[in-house]
């Protein structure tokens, strides 16, 4: 019995900051969203991204992982933003 207790112990911090985890990232998500609507893109753009991306899951539902791809490719699409505005802007 000891050793189950302590096993679900183990269990229910392992959910406890694998959560925090996914809480993290979809902050982070949500920030790039921000930032790609600053630098230009139309909000429903970036709602077309991220559910491409989710594959139509609601990202809320998406595993820790599932969420770094996502997070990855919204962050090369601000790169490539930047890069077009400053290349339209040319040389300073």
Known sequence: MLINRVFLGFINKYRRK???TSSEELNNIMALKEQLIEIGYNSDEV???ITTLSNGIDISKLDSKQLKVIEERLTEQLSI??????FIRGPK
């Open 47 to 49: 709602k077309y991204m």
């Open 18 to 20: 694998s959560k925090d």
């Open 81 to 86: 933003a930047r890069q077009c505005i400053d």
